[in-house]
């Protein structure tokens, strides 16, 4: 456990950091109560415009309200995207996740084509294949 201030602070045992724009990040931390009892802590952090500190905001949901929560929530953003806003493109704001996926499988794909260039035997003019032999390959 860790202490500041001298007040008991629970260890998250699972953390989700979601960054949404340039000034706020939620964080998602699941902690355990000293009898081993667990709960979510949904943190909003904001960073303020004329100083160098943060503007938190935390709300702690515990395990017999889980379902409660995502069924409202759940709730709440399906009426957004469906009475309120059906023609907009929520889908757009998926950038970081398709930008990490994309870059992961972008790195995949190079290491495996190095790897596969170094692993080639260099060809020799009596065992190049023609261009035509290249063709057929494809």
């Known amino acids: 456990m860790a202490y500041d201030n001298n007040e008991k602070k629970m260890e998250s045992i699972y953390s989700k ?7 706020r990040t939620y964080f998602f931390d699941v902690k355990a109560t000293r ?4 709960y979510l802590t949904i943190t909003e952090s904001r960073k303020r415009f004329n100083d160098n500190g943060y503007d938190r905001h935390k709300i702690f949901l515990y395990k017999e309200d889980f379902n409660k929560f995502i069924k ?8 957004v995207k469906t009475e309120l806003m ?7 704001y998926n950038h970081d996740e398709v930008a990490v996926e994309q870059e992961t499988t972008e790195a995949v794909a190079a290491d495996a084509e190095a790897e596969a260039e170094a692993q ?3 060809p020799s003019e009596n065992n190049a294949p023609s261009s035509q032999e290249e063709v057929d390959k494809w």
């Open 120 to 122: 080639a035997p260099a």
């Open 86 to 92: 059906p023609d907009f493109n929520f889908d757009a």
């Open 35 to 38: 009898a081993n009892d667990y």
């Open 17 to 23: 950091r979601i960054r949404a724009g340039k000034r």
């Open 72 to 79: 409202a929530l759940g709730e709440a953003i399906d009426y």
